[in-house]
């Protein structure tokens, strides 16, 4: 795993020239979404750089570590958590998170790198202003570049120096490069998740227990009616 | 004629039970197919949280590290063989159950005064039917649950009380719903009082002094000796294993849970829209009323037949509890093959009941679809479609009730 050729020079200026760019879109509609980020690193890229992608996920979504678990084999990436997940638990409930998506080789590819993440919406609390759905808002990736040669202290810019884990084993720690302003999107990720309609709790509340009450009375009245002597 | 030859000849009982087996074993080779070579998986996401949990266990760990994994130690045991063996393990022990939920069936119809070739008819409305089939080839553990249900039921029809008790102590171990089955079990097992002929029992002090001594008889003693030993003895074993976890998981949260997402029960808005509000507690507690007094009255009224009291409760019970998904209806739907014989309605009375209870299901399926994965507000076409499926149901049992001659009254009109 040696870079060819420029032994001598700056080890990252291959970095300099770099212009990876990162697209990401979301697909499908309701509750259960993908989120698909798609990196290019253009073709100067040495063979052993490792890409990181790291997403900060709002409270309103979620992602499941046991869906996730049973994709990357078939999907080629690996994902780390650094939170444990409630899968149940509704959107005021829960807090933000982040994820490490490691895909399986980086280097001089000519495809760009696709990754596929599905994620699932919370539900939320009721709202009490008329509002039907509520706005979620999903921050792009960071894109962090790794070679072995590369020891990135000096003259980076605009890129910078973040440490995190090198692999989704969680073994240890080493030193990445955060590529600056490599989006593509002109807009943020939004979506918009169905809430109940708090206003019209008394309606709701008044006509489930009247249904109920009476299913209940024909029901007691049956009983005895036809009960057995 | 030739349907007909094709039936009897099908439902020989040296066809029927091998047929239904190797039906439900082809079911199982397809699903491994499928999830290997397609995107929508045919197994269920239960079953990998029961294989997740079982290898816990296998590394010396507690189970309930696997998230949502909320039964007992038992299952993820009893699935080990899916680690050390092969992974379908657990999905053949499911059918196995299953079949042998059609057995337990079938003894019981003959033993309740059924002719046994209705018996075998009526069982292999279990036995060939797709949604039991398909539920324990996916991987869900139903069927261990009717099994065990069937079988209290049947040693309690034969009299071998020791042996019913243990299998209920067993079954409520497992879940929690079989404990409503404890009341017309104890009703059915008290000492019968003398029937004062004609006369109208006065009310003295005697009475609720009568009414409850009739419970302290031997039979029920032994009967709650030994269902609550093998409960107790089974939970203390897993508390001393796992500790608090076990008992929060396995039947704290059954209790007490409040899943406010989607799902057929008619209170399902109301809590959700409620869940954080001063009347959570108070709308709880109003939800439970209608099924506490219905599980009281219909012991009361039906428990000299202790089948078709099970069945109406288990209905009672998931058609008014807070939470309500289709794994619940096969709770009921293993009893229903019980009740069939005894009921009075015609073939198309029967088939066009069933027809309004999938129809239920539908009308709540479709904007349920459409809120979880298209992503419009259909939260109020929902509740309403929660409401209706309950009054469905509500009509169905009332049907049932209506037209069940139990074999009492059968004996004695024939006596007429």
Not at chain 2, 288 to 301: A, D, G, H, K, M
Not at chain 2, 374 to 386: D, Q
Request: proline residues 5%; hydrophobic residues 45%.
């Amino acid at each position: 795993m040696h870079m060819k050729g420029n032994g001598d020079q700056e080890p990252c200026f291959f970095l300099k020239g770099l212009q990876p760019s990162l697209y990401v879109e979301l697909s499908h509609k309701g509750f259960h979404r993908e989120v698909v980020t798609t990196v290019e690193l253009g073709s100067e890229t040495p063979a052993d750089v490792r890409a990181l992608l790291v997403y900060r996920w709002p409270r309103d979504v979620y992602v499941d570590p046991y869906q996730v678990a049973s994709l990357s084999h078939q999907r080629g990436w690996q994902m780390l958590f650094n939170t444990a997940i409630d899968l149940e638990e509704p959107a005021h409930r829960t807090s933000e998170f982040s994820t490490y998506v490691f895909p399986s080789h980086a280097g001089p590819t000519p495809n760009p790198l696709k990754v596929t993440i599905p994620i699932h919406g919370r539900y939320h609390k009721p709202s009490f202003d008329g509002k039907t759905f509520t706005p979620v808002h999903i921050e792009l990736p960071e894109l962090l570049l790794w070679t072995k040669k590369c020891t990135p202290f000096q003259r980076l810019e605009p890129h910078t120096v973040l440490d995190a884990p090198c692999t989704a084993s969680n073994t240890s720690i080493c030193s990445w490069v955060k590529i600056q302003n490599p989006n593509k999107n002109s807009v943020p990720m939004s979506l918009h998740l169905p809430v109940g309609d708090g206003s019209t709790v008394r309606l709701i509340s008044t006509g489930t227990l009247v249904v109920t009450l009476i299913c209940c009375v024909v029901l007691c009245h049956s009983m005895l009616k036809h009960q057995l002597r | 004629m030739m349907m007909e030859r094709l039936l009897s000849a099908l439902t020989e009982k040296r066809v029927l039970f091998p047929v239904s087996f190797v039906v439900r074993l082809a079911l199982v080779v397809y699903g491994d197919y499928q999830d290997r070579n397609m995107v929508v998986k045919y197994t269920d996401i239960d079953y990998h949280v029961f294989t997740d949990a079982a290898r816990f266990i296998t590394e010396g760990q507690s189970p309930y590290n696997r998230s949502t994994y909320r039964y007992t130690p038992l299952l993820a045991w009893l699935l080990t063989p899916n680690i050390y063996l092969t992974v379908v393990f657990g999905k053949l022990l499911f059918i196995v159950c299953d079949v042998l939920s059609g057995l337990l069936i079938y003894k019981l119809l003959c033993l309740r005064g059924v002719g046994c070739q209705t018996a075998r008819y009526v069982s292999s409305l279990w036995l060939l039917n797709p949604l039991p089939m398909g539920v324990s080839s996916r991987g869900n553990a139903e069927s261990i649950l009717s099994a065990l249900v069937l079988g209290t039921l049947l040693c309690m029809e034969v009299r071998r009380l020791a042996w019913a008790a243990a299998l209920y102590g067993l079954s409520v171990h497992m879940k929690i719903y079989p404990v409503t089955y404890a009341l017309p079990i104890a009703l059915s097992l008290r000492s019968s009082h003398t029937e004062t002929n004609g006369t109208t029992q006065s009310w003295t002090w005697r009475t609720p002094v009568a009414f409850v001594g009739s419970f302290l008889n031997s039979k029920l003693i032994l009967f709650a000796s030994v269902a609550g030993g093998v409960f107790f003895t089974l939970t203390a074993l897993f508390y001393y294993m796992y500790g608090w976890v076990f008992l929060h998981e396995t039947y704290f949260y059954h209790l007490t849970r409040r899943d406010i997402r989607h799902n057929f029960s008619p209170y399902f808005y109301m809590l959700y829209l409620t869940a954080d509000s001063r009347w959570s507690q108070s709308l709880g507690l109003a939800a439970f009323l209608p099924q506490l007094i219905l599980l009281l009255v219909s012991s009361w009224t039906f428990h000299p037949d202790l089948a078709f009291t099970c069945f109406l409760h288990t209905a009672v019970f998931v058609s008014f509890n807070k939470v309500c998904t289709s794994q619940y209806f096969l709770w009921y739907l293993s009893l229903l093959p019980l009740v069939i014989p005894h009921l009075t309605l015609s073939v198309k009375q029967g088939l066009g009941l069933l027809l309004l209870w999938f129809a239920g299901q539908a009308v709540w399926l479709a904007p349920a679809y459409f809120l979880e994965f298209e992503g419009y507000n259909t939260f109020f076409l929902i509740w309403l479609a929660g409401l209706f499926f309950l009054v469905i149901n509500s009509f169905i049992l009332v049907q049932i009730i209506a037209h069940y001659r139990s074999r009492k009254s059968l004996e004695r009109q024939k006596a007429e």
